[in-house]
């Protein structure tokens, strides 16, 4: 079976959705596919085509002011002559817009069966944009079916368009061989004693991720315990701002702002780390969380859009009431009592070693037996042969 995954943004860009559509593409690979992924050329030094762990990259010119608005274009030739050279048997679109509307006209022309699979942004901010609702609308009916990665994004999906019978639910994936426990010497190169609690961030350091808040009440969680150490793995329109702010405070000691790590060096990080806390605004299934918890490391989170299926309370993690459970891209504010909410979660993680262990161990089992590449290839797998078939007999 060859299969073509179309995203918008590929590797080497860093993100959840990038690192899925990658790994993806690599674990079909291993099981004897043919994959192709295809995204945009968001770096000049990024080769337009390559090889690389036996899949076929090519990515799509991404021109300045204009370059997204063509890729409906771009996209679309790319895939008519890949399908001339490549025979593609399946498309599986990473996003409902653009690549999932690429996929419908590719469907239509020649007959190719293709799946989406919704991450999130699409449907919650442009949603109901006029302009962009008939092409949402056209790719929900043309596809054979679309994956919401969460609930949350299944229902966000069948309210803007698509059928309820073609319309599933279940969450990314994990390589659980990667993120393992294993005993890390990073500490000593980041200058954090090994009795210092520290507490992983790894987030894109933007509004929807809640990143503002863990610097915010910084300072009430190191005046009850400075044995704690915040490390803060990403970057963003925040990241400024962050920084500023541990400044003016006087909290430079306890934090570390490493910029962007690239996937394969993160699992280092998540294991000289204590517990990890992902205060989401919007969140579909976070993979970096999937990634901590499979590493053996608990969590705390809010209890918004995906995040409360993947982590189980006082489990695997602590999840955090926020008094809202909808996931937005915009920062409302969060309320006194939801502060205190995620102040107490955090804290309680600080001041309870065993339970960080336990919570930990429970999160590994938790994750590989949910959450690994294996269970979810089987899957994608069935839903492709379906695809296939259904095709076949029309």
Same mark, same amino acid.
């Given at each position: 079976?060859n299969?073509?995954?179309?995203?918008?943004n590929?590797?080497?860009v860093?993100?959840?959705?990038?690192?899925y559509?990658?790994?993806?593409?690599?674990?079909l690979?291993?099981?004897?596919f043919?994959?192709?992924?295809?995204?945009?050329?968001?770096?000049?030094?990024?080769?337009?085509?390559?090889?690389?762990?036996?899949?076929?990259?090519?990515?799509?010119p991404?021109?300045?002011?204009?370059?997204?608005?063509?890729?409906?274009?771009f996209?679309?030739?790319?895939?008519?002559?890949?399908h001339?050279? @490549?025979? %593609?048997d399946? +498309?599986h679109?990473?996003?409902?817009?653009? *690549?999932?509307?690429? &996929? #419908?006209?590719?469907?239509r022309?020649?007959?190719?069966?293709?799946?989406i699979?919704?991450?999130?942004?699409?449907?919650?901010?442009?949603?109901?944009?006029?302009?962009?609702?008939p092409?949402?609308?056209y790719?929900f009916?043309?596809? @054979?079916? %679309?994956?919401? +990665?969460?609930?949350?994004m299944?229902?966000? *999906?069948?309210?803007? &368009? #698509?059928?309820?019978?073609?319309?599933?639910?279940?969450a990314n994936?994990?390589?659980?061989?990667?993120?393992?426990?294993?005993h890390?010497?990073?500490?000593n190169?980041?200058g954090?004693?090994?009795?210092?609690?520290?507490?992983?961030?790894?987030?894109?350091?933007?509004?929807?991720?809640?990143?503002?808040?863990?610097?915010?009440?910084?300072?009430?969680?190191?005046?009850?315990?400075?044995?704690?150490?915040?490390?803060v793995?990403?970057t963003?329109?925040?990241?400024?701002?962050?920084?500023?702010?541990?400044?003016?405070?006087?909290?430079?000691?306890?934090f570390?702002?490493?910029?962007?790590?690239?996937?394969?060096?993160?699992?280092?990080?998540i294991?000289?780390?204590d517990f990890s806390?992902?205060?989401?605004?919007a969140?579909?299934?976070?993979?970096?969380?999937?990634?901590?918890?499979?590493?053996?490391?608990?969590v705390v989170?809010?209890?918004?859009?995906?995040?409360?299926?993947?982590?189980?309370?006082?489990?695997?993690?602590?999840i955090?009431?926020?008094?809202?459970?909808?996931?937005?891209?915009?920062?409302?504010?969060?309320?006194?009592?939801?502060?205190?909410?995620l102040?107490n979660?955090?804290?309680?993680?600080?001041?309870?070693k065993?339970?960080?262990e336990?919570?930990?161990?429970?999160?590994?089992?938790?994750?590989?037996?949910?959450?690994s590449?294996?269970?979810?290839?089987?899957?994608i797998?069935?839903?492709?042969?379906?695809?296939?078939?259904?095709?076949e007999?029309?």
């Open positions: 079976m299969i073509c995954i179309v995203g918008t590929i590797p080497p860093i993100g959840g959705l990038e690192v559509s990658y790994e993806l593409a690599r674990q690979v291993k099981k004897g043919k994959v192709c992924l295809v995204g945009y050329k968001t770096f000049k030094k990024s080769p337009s085509s390559e090889e690389k762990d036996g899949i076929t990259i090519y990515r799509i991404n021109l300045p002011v204009i370059g997204n608005k063509l890729y409906f274009i996209a679309y030739l790319l895939l008519k002559k890949l001339k050279n @490549f025979n %593609i399946i +498309v679109a990473q996003t409902v817009v653009p *690549s999932g509307f690429v &996929g #419908a006209l590719l469907c022309k020649y007959k190719i069966p293709f799946i699979t919704s991450h999130g942004f699409e449907l919650i901010v442009r949603g109901k944009q006029l302009l962009i609702k092409f949402i609308h790719a009916k043309h596809a @054979f079916k %679309i994956i919401g +990665v969460s609930k949350e299944s229902q966000f *999906s069948i309210n803007a &368009g #698509a059928a309820i019978n073609k319309t599933i639910t279940f994936a994990v390589d659980t061989d990667l993120f393992s426990p294993s890390s010497n990073l500490r190169k980041l954090i004693a090994k009795d210092v609690v520290l507490i992983l961030i790894l987030r894109r350091l933007h509004p929807k991720t809640g990143v503002q808040y863990i610097v915010q009440i910084a300072p009430e969680l190191i005046e009850g315990n400075t044995n704690v150490h915040f490390l793995i990403g963003g329109p925040l990241e400024n701002n962050m920084k500023n702010f541990v400044n003016k405070k006087s909290l430079d000691k306890y570390t702002f490493t910029g962007g790590i690239p996937n394969h060096q993160v699992v280092d990080y294991r000289c780390s806390v992902f205060p989401s605004l969140e579909a299934t976070s993979i970096a969380c999937l990634e901590v918890m499979s590493c053996a490391k608990p989170v809010s209890n918004v859009g995906g995040l409360p299926e993947i982590v189980l309370h006082e489990k695997t993690g602590i955090v009431d926020f008094g809202k459970i909808d996931s937005t891209y915009q920062d409302y504010g969060l309320s006194t009592k939801a502060l205190q909410n102040k979660g955090i804290r309680f993680l600080i001041e309870n065993d339970q960080r336990k919570l930990g161990c429970n999160a590994r089992k938790f994750v590989i037996r949910n959450y590449w294996d269970t979810y290839l089987q899957k797998l069935n839903i492709y042969k379906d695809a296939k078939s259904n095709n007999l029309n």
